[in-house]
């Protein structure tokens, strides 16, 4: 390249490694996160027989490897604000809270929210958003460079579908529980109206089925819907899980909650472009706060993890996060049962649901059956 194209410099020549380190990163965290392991292929991949003895790597040997060759490309912020990469720094946080690395979660959450101190402007839970506009999100999500950070297009113009589309709302291979169904009307003072009920699901003529409307929101663009990869309210949520684990209590309940600006009493440090403008997760769609739990140290954590676990539940319902979220949850406090009684617990069929429950009991079975 640096032959054929005198403005392609060794800067180019590493943002450019960046990108595809990231995407390549991105793929094989999910495929071990899928699988319990996978293949690793650590070279140029010139030639295959049967009898090539690759590389099996487990789920902490790949996530580690990824997070030392991913760092290498995250000296600073990313050089653009675009949607159609995979952003590294969100990438590494997701990374090392699947690790249970907290600080480090915190430190690449945050700066990839606030590019690093030099913006107030992108990835801020504020106002833009607000209540009725929180299904803006969804609606040209590839556009939206104040909230998505990676996300992947379709348009049905271009013959790109969206199968998700007809999976939720033509053939319904998929539909809401009622525990995320029951989880979002439940909620102070008067229902979850902004992400729930017309949002993120709605109900078909008969009023007693549910359907998956979030990709929906488009309308006149059926099969139009982006996937978000990765978006704002999830980092927060992240950098909350990680320091939720640091002690950092009041700060957690800031991200959960009223957000910095409207949050009286002395402001965390280090946060100083949030203070202006970030109203908070539930702020944002006019819900009821969260209380501090009461207890001892330990039961403060555990409870204000739970609290954020089901946030995410309901921020990011039917985004591909719900799974990987009870992992590693019940990873993290080594009690299948946490993952086993909240899956199980989608079952109206006794029986079914005890079936379930004595299956992801065994963590071996939190995994995609694989041939490799």
């Given at each position: 390249?640096?032959?054929?194209d005198k403005d392609?410099?060794?800067?180019?020549?590493?943002?450019?490694?960046?990108?595809?380190?990231?995407?390549?990163?991105?793929?094989?965290?999910?495929?071990?996160?899928?699988?319990?392991?996978?293949?690793?292929?650590?070279?140029?991949?010139?030639?295959?027989?049967?009898?090539?003895?690759?590389?099996?790597?487990?789920?902490?040997?790949?996530?580690?490897?990824?997070?030392?060759?991913?760092?290498?490309?995250?000296?600073?912020?990313?050089?653009?604000?675009?949607?159609?990469?995979?952003?590294?720094?969100?990438?590494?946080?997701?990374?090392?809270?699947?690790?249970?690395?907290?600080?480090?979660?915190?430190?690449?959450?945050?700066?990839?929210?606030?590019?690093?101190?030099?913006?107030?402007?992108?990835?801020?839970?504020?106002?833009?958003?607000?209540?009725?506009?929180?299904?803006?999100?969804?609606?040209?999500?590839?556009?939206?460079?104040?909230?998505?950070?990676?996300?992947?297009?379709?348009?049905?113009?271009?013959?790109?579908?969206?199968?998700?589309?007809?999976?939720?709302?033509?053939?319904?291979?998929?539909?809401?529980?009622?525990?995320?169904?029951?989880?979002?009307?439940?909620?102070?003072?008067?229902?979850?109206?902004?992400?729930?009920?017309?949002?993120?699901?709605?109900?078909?003529?008969?009023?007693?089925?549910?359907?998956?409307?979030k990709y929906l929101?488009?309308?006149?663009?059926?099969?139009?819907?982006?996937?978000?990869?990765?978006?704002?309210?999830?980092?927060?949520?992240?950098?909350?899980?990680?320091?939720?684990?640091?002690?950092?209590?009041?700060?957690?309940?800031?991200?959960?909650?009223?957000?910095?600006?409207n949050t009286g009493?002395?402001?965390?440090?280090?946060?100083?472009?949030?203070?202006?403008?970030?109203?908070?997760?539930?702020?944002?769609?006019?819900?009821?706060?969260?209380?501090?739990?009461?207890?001892?140290?330990?039961?403060?954590?555990?409870?204000?993890?739970?609290?954020?676990?089901?946030?995410?539940?309901?921020?990011?319902?039917?985004?591909?996060?719900?799974?990987?979220?009870?992992?590693?949850?019940?990873?993290?406090?080594?009690?299948?049962?946490?993952?086993?009684?909240?899956?199980?617990?989608?079952?109206?069929?006794?029986?079914?649901?005890?079936?379930?429950?004595?299956?992801?009991?065994?963590?071996?079975?939190?995994?995609?059956?694989?041939?490799?």
């Open positions: 390249m640096t032959l054929r392609f410099d060794e800067y180019e020549l590493l943002s450019y490694k960046g990108y595809l380190v990231s995407l390549r990163s991105w793929a094989y965290f999910n495929v071990v996160r899928l699988f319990g392991e996978a293949v690793y292929i650590d070279d140029n991949f010139e030639s295959y027989s049967p009898q090539t003895n690759f590389k099996k790597y487990n789920r902490t040997t790949m996530i580690d490897t990824l997070i030392n060759q991913l760092k290498k490309y995250a000296k600073d912020q990313e050089e653009y604000i675009n949607t159609w990469r995979i952003n590294k720094h969100a990438l590494l946080a997701e990374m090392y809270i699947e690790t249970d690395q907290y600080d480090s979660a915190w430190f690449y959450a945050k700066g990839a929210i606030d590019l690093y101190g030099r913006s107030s402007d992108y990835y801020k839970i504020d106002d833009q958003f607000s209540e009725e506009n929180w299904k803006n999100i969804f609606i040209g999500a590839s556009d939206n460079q104040y909230e998505v950070l990676s996300a992947v297009p379709f348009s049905m113009e271009d013959n790109q579908y969206n199968l998700l589309v007809e999976y939720f709302n033509y053939v319904y291979y998929i539909k809401p529980s009622t525990i995320i169904t029951g989880l979002f009307e439940e909620q102070k003072p008067t229902g979850d109206v902004w992400r729930g009920l017309g949002v993120s699901y709605d109900t078909l003529n008969d009023k007693n089925t549910t359907m998956i409307s929101l488009e309308i006149g663009y059926f099969y139009s819907s982006d996937i978000i990869i990765t978006r704002a309210s999830d980092l927060h949520l992240i950098m909350a899980e990680a320091l939720n684990r640091m002690g950092e209590t009041n700060t957690v309940l800031m991200i959960l909650n009223r957000g910095f600006k009493g002395e402001k965390p440090k280090g946060y100083t472009g949030w203070i202006t403008s970030n109203i908070g997760i539930r702020g944002r769609v006019a819900l009821q706060q969260i209380p501090e739990p009461e207890g001892d140290e330990n039961t403060i954590m555990l409870a204000l993890e739970d609290y954020i676990i089901q946030e995410r539940a309901m921020e990011m319902a039917f985004e591909g996060k719900r799974w990987f979220d009870l992992v590693r949850i019940a990873r993290r406090r080594n009690d299948p049962a946490y993952l086993a009684n909240k899956v199980a617990a989608k079952f109206t069929d006794n029986a079914k649901a005890d079936a379930i429950r004595t299956k992801l009991m065994n963590p071996a079975n939190w995994y995609l059956p694989k041939d490799f």
